[in-house]
Structure formats: C-alpha cells, structure tokens
C-alpha cells in the first residue's frame, strides 16, 4: 500500500491518493482542488484510479472532482445526505463574496455509488468500509481502509474535531460522531481532512472535544 498526501486549495484541504504497488489500482479521498497537479500525478504513476471517494461534500473537498473524473473514469462515492451540496449556490453560499469567486470553478459531476455504512468496497486488493458520523454536515463519514487507516474528513481532527455553524451541522450530533470513533475497537492512524496527522489511540487519550463526548 502507498498513500500520498497532498496539500491543495486556499483552506489547506489533505487529499490522500492511494494505490497497490503491484496492481496500480488506487483510490483519492477528497481531491479538493488543484486537479491538473493530481491528475498529473496519477498519470505519472500510471495508477488505475477506480475510486473518488469523499468523506463529506463541502467545495474544500470536491472542486477536483469533476475533472479527475473525465480524465480517469473513476467513480464519485459519497453520501446520499450530503446530495444538497451538489448545487454551486447552496455550497458556497454561506461563504459569502469568496464563495461567489470560486462559482466559475465549481464542477461537481454528481454520485456513482451512494456511501452508507453497509457498502463494502475493495481496490488493490485493499478493503473499504464507511462509518457515518455526522454533525459537520449530515452526510460526512469516516472511510476505514482495512484495519489501518481512517480518512477522517472534517469529524475528526488531531486534537480538534470539525465546525458545526455551517447549514446541516450540529454540535450534539458531533458530539456522538465523535463517541462512536472513540468506542471503535483498535487503534488506526488518523488521516483528517485538514491539519496534522494522529492515531485514535492518541486522539482517545488527548482530544478534548472527544473526551467531553464520551463524557456525555
């Protein structure tokens, strides 16, 4: 397995790509923006990219999407309950005079496979599961990849956890997202969507906002 982190947008957005050495097969979490540098990534590898998957849809994890897409083929997995964001005006509205300047750049082609928790699915012989967990918009969900790895979006952050005064958040429900990774059994490295890296393990131990969760 080889995961590559990249950097992209103006809000500092982790895209992941990752792929199996020997079959070449791969998947990219949340390609949020610069889509001509991953595209030129994944053709330089020659990765058979079968998968964009996004742990929820605000514009600072999909503004790549449309175009990687056309140029791989790869199928769009998200959330069935995040489908309100897919339109450029109820996603960048409540971003105010920045939102309308990224309006010419979004192109979100919408969902091939609807993420839920009973989807399984497999790549490079690498296996994906989907916890939902909610409260920094309704359809965010963490992606497990085997029992290594969790793509934690915009949930889970190393010592943080995500906002929830955007349309569709709620604190309380974040607060049982976040009670639900704790219980989760093992421990994983935690990749978010933004910031720096952790482990579950860690985040138990030290994240306030998951220790007020389990409290309550």
Same mark, same amino acid.
């Given at each position: ?22 079959? *070449? ?20 590898? !020659? ?16 503004? &790549?999407?449309?175009?990687?897409? !056309? ?9 069935? $309950? ?8 109820? %996603?960048? %509205?409540?971003?105010? &005079? ?21 989807? &399984? ?7 994906? $599961? ?50 639900? *990774? ?21 985040? !138990? ?9 389990? $409290?309550?």
């Amino acid at each position: 397995m080889q995961i590559k982190q990249f950097v992209v947008g103006d809000v500092a957005t982790n895209c992941y790509l990752v792929y199996d050495e020997k079959t *070449l097969e791969g998947a990219i979490v949340d390609p949020g923006d610069n889509a001509d540098r991953l595209i030129r990534e994944i053709e330089s590898a !020659r990765i058979k990219l079968k998968y964009i998957l996004l742990t929820h849809a605000h514009f600072d994890h999909i503004l &790549a999407v449309g175009a990687i897409k !056309r140029a791989t083929g790869a199928q769009v997995v998200v959330s069935r $309950k995040d489908e309100y964001l897919f339109d450029a005006s109820a %996603s960048l %509205s409540p971003f105010g &005079a920045y939102g309308r300047d990224l309006m010419n750049r979004f192109d979100f082609p919408g969902a091939d496979i609807w993420m839920t928790e009973e989807l &399984a699915l497999e790549f490079g012989g690498m296996k994906l $599961k989907f916890h939902s967990t909610p409260g920094h918009t309704p359809g965010s969900h963490v992606i497990q990849l085997d029992d290594s790895i969790l793509f934690t979006g915009d949930t889970l952050f190393c010592q943080s956890c995500g906002r929830t005064d955007l349309p569709g958040g709620s604190w309380p429900v974040m607060l049982q997202s976040l009670k639900k *990774l704790y219980n989760l059994p093992g421990d994983y490295q935690v990749l978010p969507g933004h910031e720096g890296l952790s482990t579950l393990e860690r985040e !138990r131990k030290t994240n306030p906002y998951m220790r007020q969760a389990v $409290k309550e």
